[in-house]
Every structure is written in C-alpha cells, then in structure tokens.
T-cell receptor, first 115, second 112 residues
Framework: DVKVTQSSRYLVKRTGEKVFLECVQD?????MFWYRQDPGLGLRLIYF???????EKGDIPEGYSVSREKKERFSLILESASTNQTSMYLC??????????????FGPGTRLTVL | DQQVKQNSPSLSVQEGRISILNCDYTNSMFDYFLWYKKYPAEGPTFLIS?????DKNEDGRFTVFLNKSAKHLSLHIVPSQPGDSAVYFCAASSNAGNMLTFGGGTRLMVKP
C-alpha cells in the first residue's frame, strides 16, 4: 500500500512566521506535489517536483518555496506566513512512468491556520 | 480561468438511486481524466479514470462517461450508498506531463 504522510494534521501559526510542511512517501515515486484546497476552488497546484533537487512552479507558487533533497521527502515552506495562506495543504506523489502515470496518491492533509 | 469546472457544488440523492456528477473542461489538450473521492479529514483517493480514446469506463458501481465533442464527463454511481457521501473531484491531464488540473469539487450526500 502506498503511504504518503504529512508531518502535522493541524498547525496554527502567526503572521510573519516561517512555516515548514513536510511530506514523506514510501513508494519510491519520482513525482511529488503540493496543493492547497479551498472551498469552491478545488485543489490548486503550488509546486511540483519530478526528481531530487528539481522543482516546477504550479498555478499559485507566490509566497511559497519547496525543497526536495531526498527522493522520498518534499517540503513546502512559507517564508512569511500570511492570513490568506490559511488553508488545507495536501501532498501527493506518483510514478513518472506511462502506466497509470497520472494517478496521484495523497497524504491526509495539514490544516494550517495563520492568525 | 478554471480549465476544469464542476458546476454543482452539492448534490443530494436517496440511497439506492443513481448519483450523476458532472464535469466540464475547456482545454482540448486534456487526454486523460480522473475522479477522486475525499472524505473529511482525509486526503483524496483515486476512484476511476478514462482515457480520451474511450467514451466509457466502468468499475463496479462506478461508471465514467466522456463526451469529447462537448468537453464533458460524468460519473454515475449506481446504486448510491450512504458511504458514498463525500466530496468528488474531477481532474484532467495532458500528455505534456504528469500534472493534474482539478475541478472545484461536488459534495455528494446520500440519504438513507
């Protein structure tokens, strides 16, 4: 069974704080993703990584950065948290091959509140 | 501009009846479509997919229909069960990469 874990289920931070969200997958997937989920907007891609030390901007990268130093781990960083970054953050991973190439496996999510 | 749209934010259905969830897309480069199901406090889980070379894919109680000319797909659940109550997301991708574009989601409530 594929397992994607996220470091925290709930997090409360203050405006201006630096925030780290960690994600680990155990299936040797090449691709890893960070999304945020907001009501009515679905899942929006923040950043994507297809290999160690590689990253690609998604649809809403502003205010975020990422780090992928090891294949199994993908970190999302909020350099200076703001109230409009209050959201549910979801990490996902997938194979890069052709078979079921687009099926992504998600972690349970981190509910971040910025006060 | 949302490339994948789910115009119904919620749907309520009686247990045993059919649930039909709809999804529209605008990008003609999309060639693979997926449905995900999400329970509260859990991440989305893959439900069913369809390639653009097909117009129907069935898996047990779940069937996805694709109408390429209308750029429309739908998910049918028959018969609906209370455990199907969740938020359903439609997603699409193109050959260009492994990224998915998601719709806004439809909350399905199946009443006993």
């Amino acid at each position: 069974d594929v397992k994607v874990t996220q470091s925290s289920r709930y997090l409360v931070k203050r405006t201006g704080e630096k925030v780290f969200l960690e994600c680990v997958q155990d299936m040797d997937h090449e691709n890893m993703f960070w999304y945020r989920q907001d009501p009515g907007l679905g899942l929006r891609l923040i950043y994507f990584s297809y290999d160690v030390k590689m990253k690609e901007k998604g649809d809403i990268p502003e205010g975020y950065s990422v780090s992928r130093e090891k294949k199994e781990r993908f970190s999302l960083i909020l350099e200076s948290a703001s109230t409009n970054q209050t959201s549910m953050y979801l990490c996902a991973s997938s194979f890069r091959g052709l078979a079921k190439k687009d099926e992504q496996f998600f972690g349970p999510g981190t509910r971040l509140t910025v006060l | 501009d949302q490339q994948v749209k789910q115009n119904s934010p919620s749907l309520s259905v009686q247990e045993g009846r059919i649930s039909i969830l709809n999804c529209d897309y605008t990008n003609s480069m999309f060639d693979y479509f997926l449905w995900y199901k999400k329970y509260p406090a859990e991440g989305p889980t893959f439900l069913i997919s369809i390639s653009s070379i097909k117009d129907k894919n069935e898996d047990g109680r779940f069937t996805v229909f694709l109408n390429k000319s209308a750029k429309h797909l739908s998910l049918h659940i028959v018969p609906s069960q209370p455990g199907d109550s969740a938020v359903y997301f439609c997603a699409a991708s193109s050959n260009a990469g492994n990224m998915l574009t998601f719709g806004g989601g439809t909350r399905l409530m199946v009443k006993p």
